[in-house]
């Protein structure tokens, strides 16, 4: 392998001639080699957007060659289109201000800028530091990368997912809603209800959650561009934190602002904390539905069986014929994952010491992995099972004739204790409702039949 030799304050270093990151880049890859999480392409492409927004006002306010801030742009485009995808190979378990990460991408954009000031046979050059990294410090960039990657990928890998997943659920209530069956509540027979009533309970769950995380976002459009070292904003000239923010809404479609305190916008994670505790509320739902599903459609003969659902690919390599609910599996370890980023975020935001939270790179890695993971395996269930669940008529119809709680019907007419009696003779003897009923002589045939209607107890068309 060829190298060429990049400089910086700690002297020489050898960097592999095919690549466009300089000295603190190398040094970085080499000091780090633990895992193999990379900082994620969201981080990346943030901070190619917030490095164009930077210079776009560094150039206005006279702060930055124009020649320099135009080729520094054009790389940051570049970086956007994916130009360049092998070039920021750092892991997340760096610096935990995430200084290697900036610098990776000052780095790489002054390599490429000078590529083009060479070609266009200007002697000026960009400078990493001085000139992409200028009014910046890694202490207020990477918690601004971290909002904005926040915010896109809840946008671009989340809400229409969610939505779609909604959009079938509705679908199989509103299809689902006359269809009777038995209710459960503590794992024990209830009174009835429909399958569409049911499904829109998980519905709503999931529209419940996405408003829950779309109001925690707002949080996060706070950026901390313009704090610099401490949040005093040295070296930055004054409202260029506005500036930028405003620069990065107008290139993201996404309402940004300058966070008005920026001690806080270095040092505290709250924000992240309360917007992924809104996406672990989602997995928890998410769990509980999929845990429902597949209760429901346990069997096929010797569960619940009131539902099917697609068989996607053979369940088991030595019982022939078995289907499993992997879908809901899927949905179900994601979950887990979620609740452990959850913690995870938790103890790092709690963990920054004085001016500066010194976790970021592990808080943006398992906020933007949650958000993934749930945006695809959302999709996954919506596609491969949600829209395949169908109802089991025969087997919905025979749980409801059998259950014993049907009974509660009666209460109204003759109260509580003789309806109890009434259930309690049918379990005993092993017989109906009704002929527990009629032997106790509680009601007549006539009365059962007029006060016993499943479909009525639902309130369907209430």
Request: aromatic share 6%; net charge negative; glycine share 8%.
């Amino acid at each position: 392998m060829e190298y060429r030799i990049e400089h910086d304050s700690l002297g020489e270093v050898k960097v592999p001639a095919n690549h466009m990151w300089g000295a603190q880049t190398q040094r970085s890859f080499e000091n780090f080699k633990i895992g193999n999480l990379e900082m994620p392409r969201e981080i990346i492409r943030a901070f190619a957007i917030l490095k164009k927004s930077a210079a776009a006002v560094n150039m206005e306010e006279g702060e930055l060659d124009p020649d320099k801030a135009k080729v520094i742009m054009e790389a940051c485009d570049e970086i956007l289109d994916g130009k360049w995808p092998n070039e920021f190979p750092l892991k997340i378990y760096q610096t935990g201000s995430g200084t290697q990460s900036n610098m990776n991408m000052n780095e790489v954009v002054a390599h490429i800028a000078n590529a083009k000031l060479e070609k266009a046979g200007s002697s000026k050059r960009v400078h990493p530091n001085d000139d992409v990294n200028h009014g910046q410090s890694s202490n207020d960039t990477f918690p601004t990368a971290s909002h904005v990657a926040a915010v896109q990928v809840l946008h671009e890998r989340l809400y229409q997912q969610l939505d779609e997943l909604i959009a079938t659920l509705d679908q199989k209530s509103e299809d689902f809603m006359h269809i009777v069956k038995i209710g459960r509540t503590h794992c024990q027979d209830a009174v009835p209800l429909t399958l569409g009533q049911e499904i829109s309970g998980w519905a709503e769950m999931l529209k419940k959650s996405k408003a829950m995380i779309q109001q925690a976002e707002t949080h996060l459009h706070g950026l901390a561009i313009g704090g610099t070292a401490v949040g005093t904003g040295l070296n930055a000239t004054k409202g260029f934190g506005e500036k930028v923010a405003a620069a990065i809404s107008k290139e993201t479609g996404i309402d940004f602002y300058s966070e008005p305190n920026k001690f806080y916008a270095l040092t505290g994670r709250d924000d992240f904390v309360f917007c992924h505790g809104a996406l672990e509320a989602l997995a928890t739902d998410a769990m509980k539905m999929v845990d429902d599903l597949r209760l429901l459609a346990a069997g096929p003969r010797a569960g619940l069986g009131e539902l099917s659902i697609p068989a996607n690919e053979p369940g088991s390599s030595i019982m022939p014929g078995k289907v499993n609910p992997t879908q809901c599996e899927a949905v179900t370890m994601v979950a887990c994952r979620v609740h452990g980023n959850q913690a995870c975020i938790a103890l790092a935001s709690s963990q920054g010491r004085f001016e500066l939270n010194v976790y970021a790179p592990i808080i943006a890695h398992s906020f933007i992995q949650s958000v993934r993971l749930l945006g695809d395996v959302l999709h996954s269930f919506d596609i491969h099972c949600a829209v395949g669940i169908e109802p089991n008529l025969e087997r919905i119809n025979e749980l409801v004739n059998k259950s014993l709680m049907l009974v509660t019907a009666l209460s109204p007419h003759i109260g509580y204790e003789k309806s109890a009696t009434i259930a309690k003779t049918a379990f005993k003897d092993k017989s109906s409702l009704k002929e527990a009923a009629l032997k106790l002589g509680y009601v007549t045939e006539e009365e059962f039949d007029a006060w016993v209607v499943p479909k009525d107890m639902t309130n369907v068309d209430r």
